[in-house]
């Protein structure tokens, strides 16, 4: 599975920003998928996860309420909704796929290559 990561940006803070990632190859209905970011000096971090059907997801804490992730197998896309946002938020995003919904990156197979998401207050 390749995965592609759509370009972040720059948002002012309270803003939105949708994140996507589009997977190669006919088996990215049957992965879980996930986003992670990293900030400069800090370890990747889980934000979410979304199952292979798209009915079971799970959220950081910090992000619960404000992202949203959603999946279309039909497209071989998952999506990062984020609404909100929070400098804190600032970060390098990245996808992930994986076998079963974990928090940690270590237990995903595949990653996309991160985008930059800069929030300013």
């Known amino acids: 599975v390749q995965l592609q990561a759509s370009e972040g940006g720059l948002v002012q803070a309270g803003g939105s920003l949708r994140l996507s990632c589009a997977a190669s190859?006919?088996?990215?209905?049957?992965?879980?998928m996930g986003w992670f970011r990293q900030a400069p000096g800090k370890e990747r971090d889980f934000v979410a996860a979304?199952?292979?059907?798209?009915?079971?997801?799970s959220y950081a804490d910090s992000v619960k309420g404000r992202l949203t992730i959603s999946r279309d197998n039909a497209k071989n896309t998952v999506y990062l909704q984020m609404n909100s946002l929070k400098p804190e938020d600032t970060a390098v995003y990245y996808c992930?796929?994986?076998?079963?919904?974990?928090?940690?990156?270590?237990?995903?197979?595949?990653w996309g290559q991160g985008t930059q998401v800069t929030v300013s207050s």
């Open positions: 992930a796929a994986a076998r079963e919904i974990t928090i940690v990156p270590g237990s995903y197979d595949y």
């Open positions: 190859g006919q088996t990215f209905r049957s992965y879980v």
């Open positions: 979304i199952s292979w059907s798209g009915g079971r997801t």
